[in-house]
């Protein structure tokens, strides 16, 4: 597959190919032609009812001005291969030995935030959550304790705007200038609140010395009150939605990764429901 994509585009083989083991919903792949380094990514062919590629292409077409993603070279929302730019001597988010890496990925989310993007594509949680919950036949988890939570997501009010939805380790990536935010799968109009809640539990931040250094970058301060309530909403939701995913991927695909996920998002959701009641 990799050798037809890269004739197809290229018009020529490749100097040399490798494999980048990170990614559960797509292969990615450095690749070499005429010195220049590439990235390819190919989905796995399970994904398609999971991401809209069709939304994915307006996303990218909305930012590409904003130097946010890897430089562009392709993207085809068919098949949802897509060809960027390798940047090198890069970093994932867990890689960093930074202290301040928590203040630039609040930096570059209020940058694309700030942005202010209606782009017409919607990332509805509670559609989303419902979507993969009927995927299962034989759930892991029993997570209608918290249904609760899903319904004060549902009628939770607020302004929607252009977000990423899934900041992963995988999707941050940093060099010693800068920062850069890639894999636009999930990227939808959503409430901000959302985007800070996948940072800090898709990355297991629970320290509360790091979550306000995030905060603080965010938001300018640390969230009290109302603010603090509706952050606590998001998390438990966050948990119960990648939870329940990660169980439909464990159904279609039987790997240990998605049983790992979806435990560790099930013992967090039943911490979170916990502290809040």
Known sequence: MIQEVIKSYFKKDADEVTYIPTGITNRNYRVTVDNENYVIRIPYPDSDHIVDRNNEAVILDLIKQHQLDAPLEYYDPTSGIKITRYIEHVQHFDEVDDPNKYQRVALMMRKLHDLQIKS??????????????????????????????????????????????????????????????????????????????????????????????????????????????????????????????????????????????????????????????
């Open 120 to 277: 017409g594509v919607f990332f509805d949680p509670v559609e989303k959550l419902n979507e993969y919950a009927s995927h299962i036949k034989t759930p892991l988890y029993d997570v209608t304790f918290a249904s609760s939570v899903s319904e004060k997501i549902r009628l939770y009010r607020g302004k929607k705007i252009l977000c990423h939805n899934d900041w992963v380790n995988g999707n941050m990536l940093f060099t010693p200038s800068r920062m850069y935010l890639i894999d636009y799968e999930y990227a939808g109009d959503n409430h901000p609140l959302f985007d800070v809640m996948s940072f800090l539990t898709e990355n297991n931040i629970t320290d509360t010395q790091q979550r306000n250094q995030f905060y603080l970058s965010y938001f300018g301060y640390v969230p009290e009150g109302k603010l603090k309530e509706d952050l606590d909403l998001f998390e438990a939701f966050s948990n119960l939605l990648w939870c329940t995913w990660a169980m439909m991927m464990y159904e279609q695909r039987n790997e240990d990764i998605f049983y790992t996920i979806a435990t560790m998002k099930y013992e967090a959701l039943c911490h979170n429901i916990k502290q809040t009641g």
